[in-house]
Nanobody, 126 residues
């Protein structure tokens, strides 16, 4: 499974950004996926995930401001998926390196992920 994020950058507080994650090399409908973020000195944390059964879970701090979506192209066996994170009303506390992740199990929120992208920096200025 390969994941590649894009769309990070610098924005003023209150602004918006959309992150994209190109996912390939996985089998359709057998992975949960999501967005995570990390700041220096802190653990990586869940931002939003789409579980295998379609349930979407958001961190409390981003509810109502961030939206996770995905577009999937399928063929026999492998699938290509683009995972998005639309971020609005950004706050300085949202500044972090954002990672997309995927796992071959049903619940990324509870059990984490096994595949990671390289990350994309989001900077929010006041």
């Amino acid at each position: 499974v390969q994941l590649a994020e894009s769309g990070g950058g610098s924005v003023q507080a209150g602004g918006s950004l959309r992150l994209s994650c190109a996912v390939s090399g996985y089998t359709y409908n057998r992975h949960c996926m999501g967005w995570f973020r990390q700041v220096p000195g802190k653990d990586r944390e869940v931002v939003a995930v789409i579980e295998l059964d379609g349930e979407i879970i958001y961190a409390e701090s981003v509810k109502g401001r961030f939206t996770i979506t995905q577009d999937t192209e399928t063929s026999i066996g492998d699938a290509k998926n683009t995972l998005y994170l639309q971020m609005t009303d950004l706050k300085t506390d949202d500044a972090a390196v954002y990672y997309c992740g995927a796992a071959r199990w049903a619940a990324c929120f509870r059990f984490g992920v096994e595949y990671w992208g390289q990350g994309t920096q989001v900077t929010v200025s006041s």
